[in-house]
């Protein structure tokens, strides 16, 4: 065995050691997810391949990998999110696995199972996935590229996998923290006494020095869990997003989609875009994808510690959507219009009753989070939301409820013709569709 070989060997085997000795995450069984919604949200397989292909699917009879599954609270985030599916989790730990198994049993999930393995013996399993979920992993392993081949080779030809990397420019003084951590020896004692350790020393810096200023936080004095988490993590790792573009290259997958697109949009960073130098401007709007995400976290690195996206194999015949704002009249009006089965809760049901009864507005984020701003909607428009709890309805059907709501136009107290009301609500519906809380589907 190398010398190269033997150090990760040994490296992964402490970090096997660390998560028996300290289940990730430390969440009681009694502890559920499956409320909150914009967490459920993002681990809906229906977010991820409308993202994709601009087509609404179902999780019924659908495979689901969680990848480094840890003590299932996320696997049981999956089997929640999507009804129908089948979840099979994996962990180095099997102690975490244990747990996982335990925890998908208390909530009566009967539709899951776990392996003590490693991610490169995924092919192992002789099953192929519809989703993998490898989330707060891929920055843990030797070679991550290794590790997204393996799960690529278990992947179905149209299947979809969400991973994520820390943010090199984000979390750049958390590694330095653990490269210091690692030099003076703390990370070579046990998890108490490390944690001791560390919190001498930080408690020994002045206030100003930058690793104090820049990390040190009350949390960290009364949270194990964050201090493991962060100053703590052995085998942390850290990309840009070039880097990461480069090993979806090297491991033969395509890029899909941030999982919270909304919050890597450019052009939203600027107070005004008018104010911008033409040249600037002219650059950004010219970059590609992956350069404007990278011009993204040049500008805003505070704000996303992970780089969070899904990817997907490269398809034989790669068919582009055709983007929201190119629909034509008619393709609109044919559009099957469906609300986000994740919102489709008691809570949005009720702020939309109170909208359209006392004529005000709510705030769709106060739901499911989606903007860093009110996602507002008006009475008008909730009244139409309402009817879409009973089930998917065309936009030509939609148009006619919106006409019967406001047949006349306020402001010149003319009937309102068909072109107003097709404009107004096409301009709600793309709003909504865009931030994702509608989906908006092509027939066949």
């Not at 840890?70 to 244990?98: C, E, F, H, Q």
Request: net charge negative; hydrophobic share 40%; charged share 20%.
């Amino acid at each position: 065995m190398s010398t190269t070989t033997a150090a990760a060997a040994e490296t992964l085997e402490k970090i096997r050691q660390q998560f028996n000795e300290a289940p990730y995450p430390n969440i009681p069984l009694e502890q559920s997810p499956l409320e909150k919604t914009s967490d459920l949200y993002n681990h809906s397989l229906v977010t991820a391949y409308y993202r994709k292909t601009q087509k609404i699917v179902s999780p019924e009879g659908k495979m689901i990998l969680d990848v480094g599954c840890g003590s299932g609270y996320k696997s049981l985030m999956l089997a929640g999110a999507n009804p129908g599916a089948r979840i099979v989790g994996i962990d180095i730990s099997d102690t975490s696995v244990d747990l996982a198994r335990k925890r998908l049993v208390h909530y009566g999930f009967d539709n899951a199972e776990f392996h003590v393995m490693n991610v490169e013996d995924l092919p192992d399993l002789t099953m192929q996935f519809d989703y993998i979920n490898c989330d707060e992993v891929l920055y843990l392993l030797t070679d991550p590229i290794v590790g997204l081949k393996a799960m690529g080779a278990v992947l179905k030809d149209t299947g979809i996998m969400r991973v994520n990397f820390h943010s090199a420019l984000q979390r750049r003084f958390y590694h330095q923290a653990q490269q210091f951590a690692e030099r003076v020896g703390i990370l070579n004692e046990s998890k108490e006494t490390s944690i001791t350790l560390f919190r001498e020393f930080m408690a020994s810096l002045r206030p100003n020095v930058t690793l104090k200023a820049r990390t040190w936080t009350a949390s960290c004095e009364s949270s194990d869990d964050i201090l493991m988490a962060n100053h703590l993590l052995r085998g942390d790792k850290g990309w840009t997003i070039p880097q990461f573009f480069e090993a979806m290259d090297k491991a033969g997958l395509d890029f899909v989609s941030m999982v919270q697109w909304e919050r890597w949009n450019l052009l939203n960073l600027f107070a005004d875009l008018e104010e911008v130098p033409l040249g600037v401007a002219m650059a950004m709007s010219e970059a590609s994808p992956a350069e404007q995400l990278h011009l993204y976290e040049l500008l805003n690195s505070t704000f996303n510690r992970l780089l969070d996206l899904w990817c997907c194999h490269p398809a034989a015949e790669a068919v582009e959507p055709v983007a929201l704002e190119d629909w034509t009249a008619t393709q609109w009006h044919q559009a099957r219009i469906v609300l986000h089965p994740q919102i489709q809760i008691e809570q949005l049901q009720e702020n939309l009753t109170e909208a359209v009864t006392t004529m005000t507005v709510t705030d769709l984020n106060q739901i499911c989070p989606k903007s860093g701003t009110p996602v507002l909607v008006n009475g008008m428009l909730a009244s139409c939301l309402l009817t879409l709890f009973k089930g998917p309805m065309t936009f030509s059907a939609i148009l006619a409820q919106w006409q019967q709501i406001q047949p006349i136009n306020l402001l010149t107290l003319a009937p309102t013709t068909l072109e107003e009301a097709e404009g107004s609500l096409i301009t709600e519906v793309q709003r909504l569709v865009e931030l994702g809380y509608l989906l908006a589907e092509q027939p066949a």
